[in-house]
T-cell receptor, first 115, second 111 residues
Framework: SQTIHQWPATLVQPVGSPLSLECTVE??????LYWYRQAAGRGLQLLFY??????ISSEVPQNLSASRPQDRQFILSSKKLLLSDSGFYLC??????????????FGPGTRLTVT | RKEVEQDPGPFNVPEGATVAFNCTYS??????FFWYRQDCRKEPKLLMS???SGNEDGRFTAQLNRASQYISLLIRDSKLSDSATYLC????????????FGKGTKLSVKP
């Protein structure tokens, strides 16, 4: 069965510090991968998605970046965090679109507080 | 322009009640629809997928009305453990498989 991991689970970082969040998927090949942010009391905001190694698409302009160095690894980064970057960061995967169904499955998330 | 809209609630219902949530979407070309459940401070978990007119799984029934562009989630015989936020998601097509999520409807089931 497929599993998705994220770490760390919780993070407190000062403004201006760098960020690196990691997501890995097991039990599937060539998944689509997604990074979302959920701010307090708000909906899920899609930040980045990737359909393959090295292929990254950004949904919103921001000071974050994403990379996919391996098929089942997705990394979210920032060089300098802002207070507005605080939130619940969720990684998700879905099967590649040559199969039926577009369900996305979420990792446990990283709760980031920028102070 | 909001593409997926949900009543934020909260819906406060007694145990055993039947409760229904609606989710409206703006793009008539939408192909697939999903309901997720999100517990407080946890990740969303897939509850049901809706590809045709509807789907049923035990106490949960999802229905799709393409003419009026909404999907609904019906929960029968509510349990305390059903208390959560329910998110609606819509797939609009395209090669990347992106879903558009509503902001969720909060349900609180009371004893």
């Amino acid at each position: 069965s497929q599993t998705i991991h994220q770490w760390p689970a919780t993070l407190v970082q000062p403004v201006g510090s760098p960020l690196s969040l990691e997501c890995t998927v097991e039990g599937t090949s060539n998944p689509n991968l997604y990074w979302y942010r959920q701010a307090a009391g708000r909906g899920l905001q899609l930040l980045f998605y990737s359909v393959g190694i090295g292929q990254i698409s950004s949904e919103v302009p921001q000071n974050l970046s994403a990379s996919r160095p391996q098929d089942r690894q997705f990394i979210l980064s920032s060089k300098k965090l802002l207070l507005s970057d605080s939130g619940f960061y969720l990684c998700a995967w879905s099967a590649s679109l040559d199969s039926v169904g577009y369900e996305q499955y979420f990792g446990p998330g990283t709760r980031l507080t920028v102070t | 322009r909001k593409e997926v809209e949900q009543d934020p609630g909260p819906f406060n219902v007694p145990e055993g009640a039947t409760v229904a949530f609606n989710c409206t979407y703006s793009n008539s070309a939408s192909q697939s629809f999903f309901w997720y459940r999100q517990d407080c401070r946890k990740e969303p978990k897939l509850l049901m997928s809706v590809y045709s007119s509807g789907n049923e799984d035990g106490r949960f029934t999802a229905q799709l009305n393409r003419a009026s562009q909404y999907i609904s989630l019906l929960i029968r015989d509510s349990k305390l453990s059903d208390s959560a936020t329910y998110l609606c998601a819509v797939f609009y097509g395209g090669s990347q498989g992106n879903l558009i999520f509503g902001k969720g409807t909060k349900l609180s089931v009371k004893p």
